[in-house]
């Protein structure tokens, strides 16, 4: 995969991480969902394409 595509899904998986955070802070209510699937794929996203870009940075 090319450089710039991988950096605009890190770009897009360190977002959906930020945006997960934010939403746990939130004070709980019932009935709302729970950001914890956003923020596993955030990070999960941020790791895979963060390690993939920097091994295309380090060539």
Do not use: C, E
Request: hydrophobic share 60%; proline share 8%.
């Amino acid at each position: 995969m090319p450089l710039t595509p991988t950096a605009i899904l890190f770009a897009a998986s360190a977002v959906a991480l930020a945006f997960g955070l934010w939403q746990d802070h939130r004070p709980w209510r019932p009935g709302k969902g729970n950001p914890f699937w956003l923020m596993f794929a955030g990070l999960t996203g941020s790791l895979v394409f963060g390690i993939h870009l920097f091994a295309l940075l380090a060539r």
